[in-house]
Nanobody, 119 residues
Framework: QVQLVESGGGLVQAGGSLRLSCAASGRTFSTRAMGWFRRAPGKEREFVASINWSGGSTYYADSVKGRFTISSDSARNTVYLQMNSLKPEDTAVYYC????????????WGQGTQVTVSS
């Protein structure tokens, strides 16, 4: 089991920036990637970004490409999501995920952190 603790959410005006952090502990050796998902009110959870521990390959949803950047610090088992040029439609609860394939079977999830972007 992998434990994930997110931080960094909050309220920001449109056009502003926030940085989310997610620290992993426990059986982190069982994971190959970490990432972020989000769930907006009344919507399904959706993929935002992910990064592989090996090689550092990154993947992004089209809706955040060019605005969000995912990065990792393997020594600290921590992943970050730098969010720039935030839009009201980015408002959601953001969840950290870790697993062999983030979002797949066996994925571990964080408790979520609220991001609210005001217009």
């Amino acid at each position: 089991q992998v434990q994930l603790v997110e931080s960094g959410g909050g309220l920001v005006q449109a056009g502003g920036s926030l940085r989310l952090s997610c620290a992993a502990s426990g059986r982190t050796f069982s994971t190959r990637a970490m990432g972020w998902f989000r769930r907006a009110p009344g919507k399904e959870r959706e993929f935002v970004a992910s990064i592989n521990w090996s090689g550092g390959s990154t993947y992004y949803a089209d809706s955040v490409k060019g605005r969000f950047t995912i990065s990792s610090d393997s020594a600290r088992n921590t992943v970050y999501l730098q969010m720039n040029s935030l839009k009201p439609e980015d408002t959601a609860v953001y969840y950290c995920a870790a697993g062999l394939v983030v979002g797949g079977a066996g994925t571990s999830w964080g408790q979520g952190t609220q991001v609210t972007v005001s217009s």
